[in-house]
């Protein structure tokens, strides 16, 4: 592949930059343009959109957005900002997300299947869940939960299910119902679920009896007792447990069941056989669920979001950027148990009417190869994924693509930034260069996509996440709140200068939060209720590129800083995965006298590969002269895996904790919990090192990881 040589040493640019902003050493990409094909069946391919989305035209342009929805009652207004920052969109209209997503497809498509769950097991058959089946499930559990539960509008319920169907109907059933739903990632242990339990005050938890995870069943019942515990001890009685059973029928815990407060739905539900549940209208500023950041250290903030503004960004941004029409078989192997998921595998495409594919597994079991056959089995023509797992995939098997007929027309990635080399390799080997990538950008606390290329117009650049979408307005600002001018290439924070109809509507519980942590840092004026007084602070830090394209350069406590050169972790990572022996590689700031911190480095081989002196040269090479002489690391570590979180993401919090002596903390709710014990024998020797207090910018290091 054709690349632009690398940019000179940017040392001597970079110590003119202000503390705030980070010093940027990537090279410009070669921009790559949709297939003809593509753009021919595209969503959205009218040039006029941005035009139409102008800031001249906010906020009425998001009309087109609620209109996508069937209402009860149309909305009299489209924005109110008279609380700024708390916003309400669609004021007046009334809505239910449920009939949206279900009801109003069974005319046309009452036989088409709106999901295909795949279980781990490779021996059991997908099974396919048509429009009408979904439809009359989740009313039969909606009856059940109003009926033998007691749950009405507006009381919470605390969800902790795997990925199977079960998760999506409890979701749908309680939207239809106007309970919000809090759910839980099935990797978190019971006492995550039981603390956000008791900070969204749900008296009722839904559980299962296990699941299939890397080929093992796991019993998840244990977890339901010490959420109850954890919940009591933080002054919230659970009085209801929810079992669905993975094997209806058969109940496959050794936990008994504790009498009076655990149930078996399947068994509950013969009772509600054939009963219908009419959807209650709400208020489009109700809320429709709660979703906690998936911060592993500090209280966990509950993300709030509305109905109407929430399931209007959700179908159009799902519409627009992942090009969802009903004739698509359409695969995003997020969790549902993340914003990802329940944007772009739940509310999102059934919204649309498509088919969304549930896998209950990991992406490597039995190998490599396992998504791909799915994919092939199932005719998947969009994927959705994370760089994490493209990393993973990459390293493990990286012919493994081409053994199969994959045939995607378009493709996803988000969570992270992605470095330029996975990127090329998801292109050419999974997409066979023949799919749209679309690189999206944005938070739970933004309820979707806020910047990605748009499939069908724009040229896609690898490891940038392009330009806003219609109707986003991003900036990038200094410490001082000044702006970095447009497309200088010049790093600083990421801000949104205007609301959106994802944007949450405030923290759970915590509104004082909500402001302070989003919206105090770039306001001047606090009593102001014009929304441009309140621009949005992400917490990450970005680039503008002179053509517009923002290229995300990773959270910004996630910085490091030598000798007073913040170095972007993501640009550090990127170089070590230039040097093809490599698969993955973390960075981490240690205590240094002299230059403040130093980056210390982690790196995992492909297979086959044996760890030599000529490799870690190689590495070192690739990072000085990619970045600079500043960002030699102190020690190259080859390890044989890397600390993760169960969604995958990298956990550098630990390995910042390994490299300066100092406490992991909990280390529970990994996907692999073991192998921070290897690394810190690796790193520290046999003997347990005496523990040193940590600075606090490293404690503070990798925390939203
Ligand atoms: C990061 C996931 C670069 C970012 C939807 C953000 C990304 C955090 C990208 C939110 C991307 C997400 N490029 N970085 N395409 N997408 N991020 O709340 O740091 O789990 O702030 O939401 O992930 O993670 P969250």
């Known amino acids: 592949m054709a690349r632009a040589t690398s940019r000179a040493d940017a040392l001597g640019e970079s110590s003119r930059l202000s503390e705030a902003e980070i010093a940027v050493h990537w090279r410009e990409e070669e921009l790559y343009a949709p297939p003809a094909e593509f753009v021919a069946q595209a969503n959205l391919t009218d040039p006029q959109v941005m035009e139409r989305f102008s800031l001249a035209?906010?906020?009425?342009?998001?009309?087109?957005?609620?209109?996508?929805?069937?209402?009860?009652?149309?909305?009299?207004?489209?924005?109110?900002?008279?609380?700024?920052?708390?916003?309400?969109?669609?004021?007046?209209?009334?809505?239910?997300?449920?009939?949206?997503?279900?009801?109003?497809?069974?005319?046309?498509?009452?036989?088409?299947?709106?999901?295909?769950?795949?279980?781990?097991?490779?021996?059991?058959?997908?099974?396919?869940?048509?429009?009408?089946?979904?439809?009359?499930?989740?009313?039969?559990?909606?009856?059940?939960?109003?009926?033998?539960?007691?749950?009405?509008?507006?009381?919470?319920?605390?969800?902790?299910?795997?990925?199977?169907?079960?998760?999506?109907?409890?979701?749908?059933?309680?939207?239809?119902?106007?309970?919000?739903?809090?759910?839980?990632?099935?990797?978190?242990?019971?006492?995550?679920?039981?603390?956000?339990?008791?900070?969204?005050?749900?008296?009722?938890?839904?559980?299962?009896?296990?699941?299939?995870?890397?080929?093992?069943?796991l019993d998840h019942r244990p977890a339901a007792d010490l959420a109850v515990a954890t919940a009591k001890s933080e002054g919230q009685t659970i009085d209801t447990v929810l079992l669905w059973q993975r094997h209806p029928g058969k109940y496959l815990s050794s936990a008994k069941l504790v009498e009076g407060r655990d149930r078996l739905v399947n068994d509950l539900l013969k009772k509600y056989r054939g009963r219908r549940v009419d959807p209650v209208s709400l208020p489009a500023e109700a809320p429709l669920f709660i979703m906690y950041t998936s911060g592993t250290t500090g209280r966990p903030k509950g993300c709030q979001h509305a109905v109407g503004g929430?399931?209007?960004?959700?179908?159009?941004?799902?519409?627009?950027?992942?090009?969802?029409?009903?004739?698509?078989?359409?695969?995003?192997?997020?969790?549902?148990?993340?914003?990802?998921?329940?944007?772009?595998?739940?509310?999102?495409?059934?919204?649309?009417?498509?088919?969304?594919?549930?896998?209950?597994?990991?992406?490597?079991?039995?190998?490599?190869?396992?998504?791909?056959r799915i994919a092939e089995r199932l005719g998947v023509n969009i994927f959705h994924t994370a760089p994490t797992a493209i990393r993973q995939l990459r390293r493990l098997g990286p012919d493994e693509p081409k053994k199969y007929d994959l045939r995607f027309k378009t493709m996803t990635t988000v969570g992270e930034p992605i470095e330029p080399e996975a990127w090329l390799w998801f292109y050419h080997t999974v997409g066979k260069g023949r799919a749209v990538v679309t690189d999206t950008w944005w938070q739970t606390e933004t309820g979707g996509v806020l910047c990605s290329t748009k499939p069908g117009i724009d040229r896609m650049k690898p490891g940038s996440t392009g330009p806003p979408l219609p109707g986003i307005f991003p900036a990038i600002m200094d410490e001082n709140g000044r702006e970095v001018p447009a497309g200088s290439n010049r790093a600083g924070n990421l801000v949104i200068r205007n609301p959106w109809p994802g944007l949450m509507s405030t923290i759970w519980g915590d509104a004082e939060r909500y402001k302070s942590t989003y919206f105090s840092k770039y306001n001047k004026r606090p009593n102001s209720k014009d929304w441009r007084d309140w621009p949005y602070f992400a917490g990450d830090g970005a680039m503008q590129a002179a053509d517009g394209y923002y290229r995300v350069l990773g959270r910004v406590d996630d910085v490091i800083n030598v000798a007073g050169h913040r170095l972007g972790t993501k640009e550090i990572e990127s170089a070590c995965l230039t040097v093809p022996?490599?698969?993955?590689?973390?960075?981490?700031?240690?205590?240094?006298?002299?230059?403040?911190?130093?980056?210390?480095?982690?790196?995992?081989?492909?297979?086959?590969?044996?760890?030599?002196?000529?490799?870690?040269?190689?590495?070192?090479?690739?990072?000085?002269?990619?970045?600079?002489?500043?960002?030699?690391?102190?020690?190259?570590?080859?390890?044989?895996?890397?600390?993760?979180?169960?969604?995958?993401?990298?956990?550098?919090?630990?390995?910042?904790?390994?490299?300066?002596?100092?406490?992991v903390g909990d280390v529970t709710t990994l996907a692999n919990p073991d192998v921070v014990e290897a690394i810190r024998v690796q790193v520290q020797g046999k003997g347990k090192v005496a523990t040193q207090a940590a600075p606090e910018d490293i404690a503070k290091f990798g925390e939203r990881d």
Not at 608 to 635: D, F, L, Q
């Open 310 to 372: 929430y399931l209007a960004y959700v179908t159009a941004t799902a519409k627009w950027i992942q090009d969802i029409h009903p004739t698509d078989v359409y695969w995003c192997t997020a969790d549902i148990g993340w914003i990802t998921g329940h944007s772009y595998i739940v509310y999102g495409p059934l919204a649309l009417a498509a088919t969304s594919v549930l896998y209950e597994g990991v992406p490597t079991y039995p190998d490599a190869g396992r998504l791909w």
């Open 581 to 663: 022996e490599v698969a993955e590689a973390a960075v981490v700031p240690i205590a240094d006298e002299l230059k403040g911190r130093v980056p210390e480095l982690y790196v995992t081989l492909r297979p086959g590969v044996t760890v030599s002196a000529e490799i870690e040269r190689k590495v070192v090479h690739a990072v000085e002269t990619e970045i600079g002489k500043i960002a030699r690391p102190k020690a190259v570590h080859f390890v044989a895996d890397m600390p993760k979180t169960r969604s995958g993401k990298i956990m550098r919090r630990v390995l910042a904790a390994i490299s300066n002596t100092m406490e």
């Open 57 to 217: 035209h906010f906020p009425e342009c998001f009309r087109e957005f609620g209109e996508l929805l069937s209402w009860d009652r149309k909305w009299t207004t489209t924005f109110d900002s008279s609380r700024a920052p708390f916003y309400r969109w669609f004021v007046g209209g009334k809505l239910n997300a449920c009939y949206n997503c279900l009801d109003r497809n069974l005319e046309q498509y009452r036989n088409k299947a709106a999901l295909v769950f795949v279980g781990e097991p490779e021996e059991e058959p997908p099974v396919s869940i048509t429009y009408q089946e979904l439809f009359v499930r989740v009313n039969e559990l909606a009856a059940l939960l109003r009926d033998e539960v007691g749950l009405q509008a507006g009381d919470r319920v605390t969800v902790h299910l795997p990925m199977v169907p079960e998760l999506p109907i409890t979701m749908l059933a309680c939207a239809r119902l106007g309970v919000v739903h809090s759910v839980v990632f099935g990797g978190f242990s019971g006492e995550s679920a039981g603390r956000r339990a008791a900070d969204s005050g749900s008296r009722v938890l839904v559980s299962m009896d296990g699941y299939y995870r890397n080929g093992k069943f």
